[in-house]
């Protein structure tokens, strides 16, 4: 099985990416919060995969952390959610939401992802609510505050929510002690580029 990949970028779509590791290209289905959080085309990336066997295709799914593919591991688990639909979901819906979701109980929230029906809602909470326990996106902390600050500046400047969560994860990630201002220009360069 194929864990995890690293390569350049030779594509870039919404639902998929080609990664040329060595020579080979493979093809990489992944979330709209993955796609956010993608380099320019031709630098090097790493992603987290999924290997997706069929009888008739072998798919593979990226991710760019690993409680993205967590998640996404846990949803094709649930009966009558597949890898497609799976990917649906964590493109409409940031990973923390998600889990905060299905530990609330928040079948409503889930309805509004397109695709996604009460009663495919309401077996995702069922089948996952105890199989998240474990799955925390990150610690409370002041850090979480201000990482919430800087997306909601994001947001109200016109971004769209992931690729605001991802410019901002980056950027407090390459200067942690930097400060909010510093993050905020950090994760503005990133999403300008």
């Known amino acids: 099985m194929i864990a995890f990949l690293t390569g350049r970028l030779a594509f870039k779509a919404p639902t998929h990416l080609t990664l040329d590791v060595q020579g080979v290209g493979y093809e990489v289905h992944i979330p ?14 790493a992603l987290n995969i999924h290997t997706h066997l069929r009888e008739d295709a072998i798919q593979l799914f990226g991710f760019a952390t690993p409680l993205e593919l967590s998640l996404f591991d846990r949803l094709v ?7 497609r639909l799976a990917l649906g979901l964590l493109s409409g819906i940031a990973p923390a ?22 009663k495919t809602a309401e ?11 474990g799955v925390t996106p990150s610690a409370t902390s ?3 505050g201000t990482r919430a600050d800087l997306v909601s500046a994001l947001v109200n400047l016109g ?7 991802t410019a901002v994860d980056h950027a407090l990630k390459s200067a942690p002690a930097g400060g909010f201002e510093q993050a905020l ?5 990133s999403l300008t580029r």
Do not use: F
């Not at 688990?77 to 890898?83: D, L, R, T, Y």
């Not at 609330?104 to 509004?112: F, I, K, N, P, Y």
């Not at 971004?159 to 969560?165: F, T």
């Open 159 to 165: 971004y769209h929510r992931p690729a605001a969560e």
């Open 32 to 45: 709209l919060s993955t796609y956010y959080a993608l380099p320019n085309l031709d630098d090097v990336t």
């Open 97 to 118: 939401e998600l889990v905060q979701a299905v530990a609330t109980g928040d079948v409503a929230r889930l309805v509004s992802i397109p695709g996604i029906g009460k």
């Open 77 to 83: 688990a649930v009966s009558g959610i597949g890898p």
């Open 142 to 144: 002041a850090a979480d």
């Open 185 to 189: 220009r950090s994760a503005l360069r």
């Open 123 to 133: 077996r995702i909470v069922l089948e996952l609510k105890d199989k998240l326990v």
